[in-house]
């Protein structure tokens, strides 16, 4: 068994793609002007945006993305739900960072966010509008990512999940603790996310 690799006694498999639609990223005043990168990862894979400008520094302004971040990853049902009861999966953690570019092109961290994708499924139909505080490394709030996520069970695993649940919609911004796409490579592997 590999390191970082956990066993998934009783639990059943299901891989879900999770289209996160960037539609702005609102940044603080003190923030420096440059180009923004959003970034989404899980484990080794990574998906991202192209680079987009704040111009004025100060400002306080959103910044339109426009962009779909697509991630394919697998969570784990576990077992002893109810009848009638959503089904439940076992924490899956993934990471939404924003980097700052200045005019030599050098990339840093400005602020992430940790997402635990297996609380936001639930039933539903349509992408859902979620509002992501994004932190510096000593917990400041340095931006708002304004989201609109939907998490869809694969063909593949439609028929094992029962009808009804061949698709799910991301919950709100709580479960956060606090357009085509433009995607590295899916993430299906069981490692830890990395810190971005």
């Given at each position: 068994r590999?390191?970082?690799?956990r066993l998934?006694?009783?639990?059943?498999?299901h891989?879900?793609?999770f289209a996160?639609h960037?539609q702005?990223?609102?940044?603080s005043?003190?923030s420096p002007a440059?180009?923004?990168?959003?970034?989404?990862?899980?484990?080794?894979?990574?998906?991202q945006?192209?680079p987009?400008?704040?111009a004025?520094?100060g400002?306080g302004v959103?910044?339109?993305?426009?962009e779909?971040?697509?991630l394919?990853?697998?969570l784990?049902?576990?077992?002893?739900?109810?009848p009638?009861e959503p089904?439940?999966y076992?924490s899956?953690?993934?990471?939404?960072a924003?980097h700052?570019?200045?005019q030599a092109?050098?990339?840093?961290?400005?602020?992430?966010a940790?997402?635990d994708?297996?609380?936001?499924?639930g039933?539903?139909?349509g992408?859902?509008?979620?509002?992501?505080p994004?932190l510096?490394n000593?917990?400041?709030q340095?931006?708002?990512?304004?989201?609109a996520?939907?998490?869809?069970?694969?063909?593949?695993d439609?028929?094992?999940m029962?009808?009804?649940?061949?698709?799910?919609?991301l919950?709100g911004?709580?479960a956060?603790?606090a357009?085509?796409?433009r995607?590295?490579?899916?993430?299906d592997?069981?490692?830890?996310?990395?810190?971005?």
């Open positions: 590999r390191q970082g690799m998934h006694l009783g639990a059943t498999p891989k879900f793609e996160v960037v702005a990223v609102d940044i005043p003190e440059g180009r923004y990168h959003l970034a989404l990862r899980r484990g080794a894979r990574l998906a945006t192209g987009h400008a704040l004025q520094p400002a959103g910044v339109a993305f426009g779909t971040l697509s394919v990853c697998t784990y049902q576990l077992s002893g739900a109810k009638g089904p439940r076992e899956k953690r993934a990471t939404l924003l700052w570019e200045d092109g050098a990339r840093q961290p400005a602020a992430k940790a997402l994708l297996a609380r936001l499924t039933p539903g139909r992408p859902v509008a979620i509002d992501v994004l510096a000593r917990g400041a340095v931006a708002l990512a304004r989201l996520v939907r998490a869809v069970a694969l063909q593949e439609s028929a094992a029962g009808a009804g649940h061949s698709s799910v919609s919950g911004a709580s956060l603790g357009s085509p796409p995607a590295g490579p899916h993430s592997g069981e490692e830890s996310a990395d810190s971005l």
